[in-house]
C-alpha cells in the first residue's frame, strides 16, 4: 500500500505522496543530490549511510544516528532528517567537523560523513563526555578501513571539550 509521508529535510518541509512502503532513505537521498551520505554496505553494518533523525518524544527532542540504508522513508512521518550537508560548511564547520580535521580522522574520506553524523549525534544526546568507553560504544555502528579509530576517537573527545 502507497502512502503520504511529511518530514523535514534540514529546514524543508517535504511532502511525499504515493511513495513506496520499502523506499530507503538512502536511496531517495542520493536520487535528491544528498551524495554526502555513502552507500557501503547497504545492510546496516558499515555506518557510512549514517544521518541524524530527530523527533520530539515526551517532551523533549530526541537526536539519533541512523543507518539511511535500513530507514524507510513511509516511517519519518513527523521527524526531521539531517545530512552531513546541514551540519556545516567548509567558512562554517561543525565542531565535529574542525576536530576531525584538526585531530587527521579522515583519510580516504569515505566513511567520514556517517562519523561525522554519528558524533553530532552523540554531543546532542543526554549524559555524553569524553569518556573513551563511552565514545567507542557510540561509534560502534561506523567502520573506517584507514585509520584505525584512535585519531576519530580524539577528535570525538575534541568536540566535546
Ligand atoms: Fe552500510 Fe548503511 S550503507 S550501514
Ligand atoms: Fe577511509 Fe575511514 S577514512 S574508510
Not at 574542525?98 to 561525522?116: D, K, L, R, W, Y
Request: charged share 20%.
Amino acid at each position: 500500500m502507497r502512502q503520504t509521508v511529511r518530514f523535514y529535510l534540514g529546514d524543508d518541509l517535504c511532502t511525499l505522496r504515493d511513495i513506496s512502503p520499502t523506499l530507503t532513505l538512502l536511496d531517495w537521498l542520493r536520487d535528491r543530490g544528498r551524495t554526502g551520505t555513502k552507500e557501503g554496505c547497504n545492510e546496516g553494518d558499515c555506518g557510512a549511510c549514517t544521518v541524524l533523525v530527530v523527533r520530539l518524544e515526551d517532551g523533549r527532542l530526541n537526536w539519533r544516528a541512523v543507518n539511511a540504508c535500513i530507514q524507510f522513508v513511509s516511517m519519518l512521518d513527523g521527524a526531521q532528517v539531517y545530512t552531513i550537508e546541514d551540519l556545516g560548511t567548509a567558512d562554517a564547520p561543525h565542531p565535529v567537523q574542525t576536530a576531525m580535521v584538526e585531530q587527521h580522522g579522515s583519510q580516504c574520506g569515505f566513511c567520514t560523513p556517517g562519523f561525522v553524523m554519528s558524533m553530532a549525534a552523540y554531543r546532542k544526546s543526554e549524559g555524553a563526555s569524553a569518556d573513551e568507553q563511552a565514545i567507542d560504544d557510540a561509534l560502534a555502528g561506523n567502520l573506517c578501513r584507514c585509520t584505525g579509530y584512535a585519531p576519530i576517537v580524539r577528535a570525538m573527545k575534541q568536540a566535546m571539550a
